[in-house]
């Protein structure tokens, strides 16, 4: 853990505008697995009753006030030190951010911070996942279990396709119009493409060979700015899986 400092401000939230929603007590877990171990996981859950009605919660480690300012701090120095990664790129994008953020933690650890290694790696997770994932989205992301993740609007919880689960809601809630527009902006910039009001139709291929079907604000969908990411699957269907 860090070292305690003075009282410390509100830490910043860069992400206000999802809500994720954590595993109510009286949901029944039916699944439970590591994404990163001690860092992600995902649990499926129901609430009681006679149908099952599962839920994908996507679940990380909470950061410490102290953690989540250090952790601000440095995405604002390094979005002005590194260049947003190419497509193709991401891989080494994620090595020189990481090795470029331990540097910043002891060069700066007066401003930031002192932290064990338990808190270092906390904020090198959520670093990548911010810089170089999908943020909120990012655990989804990573679970090879997921085929499609698809939000139908504001309001609305992110949908997946599972593999064991099939179409089932997710915890995850885009709350504002804004931050779904930037969120769809941030997909396009990772497939090196544009989309706006004036070009409000988007079909990409993003990081990591997904596939992006993206619709920007009230031109197209009544609801707003929609998304769709069809998952790369690198290893094929096998014939059981087909069956």
């Not at 009681?48 to 839920?55: C, D, I, K, L, Q």
């Not at 290694?117 to 996942?129: A, G, M, P």
Request: aromatic share 10%; net charge negative; hydrophobic share 35%.
């Amino acid at each position: 853990m860090a070292k305690k400092r003075g009282k410390l401000e509100e830490p910043p939230n860069p992400w206000k505008g999802i809500e994720v929603k954590p595993v109510p007590e009286e949901y029944e877990v039916l699944d439970r697995y590591a994404i990163r171990e001690g860092l992600a996981e995902v649990v499926i859950a129901t609430p009681p009753g006679e149908v099952p009605e599962p839920t994908y919660f996507a679940v990380e480690v909470q950061l410490t006030p102290q953690e989540a300012m250090a952790l601000e701090k440095l995405k604002d120095i390094l979005s002005k030190e590194l260049e947003p990664p190419k497509p193709g790129e991401e891989e080494d994008a994620k090595r020189i951010l990481l090795e470029t953020a331990d540097k910043l933690l002891k060069k700066y650890e007066r401003a930031l911070g002192r932290f064990d290694e338990e808190s270092r790696q906390k904020l090198f997770y959520y670093l990548e996942r911010d810089m170089t994932g999908f943020g909120p989205l990012n655990i989804i992301m990573e679970d090879y279990r997921i085929e499609d993740v698809s939000c139908d609007g504001v309001n609305i919880p992110v949908y997946v396709w599972h593999r064991d689960y099939e179409s089932i809601p997710t915890n995850i809630i885009f709350t504002d119009r804004d931050v779904l527009d930037d969120y769809i902006i941030q997909l396009a910039h990772k497939s090196e493409k544009h989309i706006s009001s004036a070009f409000p139709i988007l079909d990409a291929m993003i990081y990591g060979k997904h596939r992006l079907a993206a619709t920007f604000r009230e031109e197209i969908s009544p609801r707003g700015s929609t998304f769709t990411i069809r998952k790369f699957r690198e290893k094929p269907f096998s014939i059981t899986e087909l069956l």
